[in-house]
């Protein structure tokens, strides 16, 4: 089992940027295949973006594409989501996720753990 713990979030004008960290607990942090989601009000909770074990393959929504960047570093247990050029439309709470699988699954009904989430307010 791999405990996960997001921080970085916050309030931003539109335009900023945030960095995003998920630490996760446990030795076998190599072995998971990270994702970054959001749920904002009222809505279902979305893919952002996924990263293979190795950190060799990313994936995004195409609603960030281009303006995110989804990293990890398994010598710290750390997956990063950089967000740049953030819009009003990004606010939402984000929740780091971890799979043992292959590929890049983007379906929230793939991942196994999550974490609390953090919120990200983009202000106009």
């Known amino acids: 089992q791999v405990q996960l713990v997001e921080s970085g979030g916050g309030l931003v004008q539109a335009g900023g940027s945030l960095r995003l960290s998920c630490e996760a607990s446990?030795?076998?942090?190599?072995?998971?295949?990270m994702g970054w989601f959001r749920q904002a009000p009222g809505k279902e909770r979305e893919f952002v973006a996924t990263?293979?074990?190795?950190?060799?393959?990313?994936y995004y929504a195409d609603s960030v594409k281009g303006r995110f960047t989804i990293s990890r570093n398994n010598a710290k247990n750390t997956v990063y989501l950089q967000m740049d050029s953030l819009k009003p439309d990004d606010t939402a709470v984000y929740y780091c996720?971890?799979?043992?699988?292959?590929?890049?699954?983007?379906?929230?009904?793939?991942?196994?753990?999550w974490g609390q989430g953090t919120q990200v307010t983009v202000s106009s």
């Open positions: 990263i293979t074990r190795r950190g060799v393959t990313t």
């Open positions: 996720a971890a799979v043992n699988a292959d590929g890049g699954p983007s379906s929230v009904y793939e991942y196994a753990y």
């Open positions: 446990g030795r076998t942090f190599s072995t998971y295949v």
